[in-house]
C-alpha cells in the first residue's frame, strides 16, 4: 500500500472487514501513535494523521478569538435588544431578494397591503 502525499500514517497490520465490507488496518503515526483506520479514508487522503497534524496546526496559527474576547463580546450585546426585533422582512421588489430590504412592524405591514405606506427609505 502506497503512503498517501502528506500523510504520517505507516500501515502496520490488517485489523478486519466490518458488515459493509470496508477494510480496516491499524497505521502508526510519525509521532509515535498508534490508530485504527478505515483503509479507503487512509487511501484517499481523508485521514492523514492521528490527531497530530491538527494539533499542530491549531498551534501555528493563534485562535480568533481568546476565551476574553469571547466574554467581552458577550458583554457588549447583553441589554441591548435588536433593533429589528419582532420585525417581519419584507423586500421592496417580491421576486429579487437582493434588491432594497425592510423590517416593518405588524401594524406597519397592514398598512402596505392597505396601500396607505408605499414609499421606501
Known amino acids: 500500500m502506497t503512503r498517501p502525499e502528506g500523510s504520517r500514517l505507516t500501515p502496520i497490520r ?4 466490518d458488515r459493509s465490507s470496508h477494510a480496516y488496518w491499524l497505521y502508526k503515526c ?8 478505515r483503509e479507503s479514508h487512509y487511501k484517499h487522503g481523508e485521514i492523514r494523521s492521528c490527531g497530530c497534524l491538527l494539533k499542530e496546526a491549531q498551534e501555528s ?10 466574554r467581552k463580546a458577550g458583554e457588549k450585546s447583553k441589554g441591548r ?6 420585525k417581519i422582512l419584507i423586500y421592496e421588489f417580491q421576486n429579487r431578494p ?19 405606506i408605499v414609499e421606501w427609505d
Open 14 to 17: 490488517f485489523l478486519y472487514r
Open 98 to 116: 437582493d434588491g432594497r430590504k425592510r423590517y416593518v412592524t405588524k401594524e406597519e405591514l397592514e398598512e402596505i397591503w392597505r396601500g396607505r
Open 81 to 86: 435588544p435588536s433593533p429589528n426585533r419582532g
Open 30 to 37: 510519525d509521532c509515535g501513535n498508534e490508530k485504527k483506520v
Open 61 to 70: 496559527f493563534p485562535a480568533r478569538l481568546t476565551p476574553e474576547m469571547r
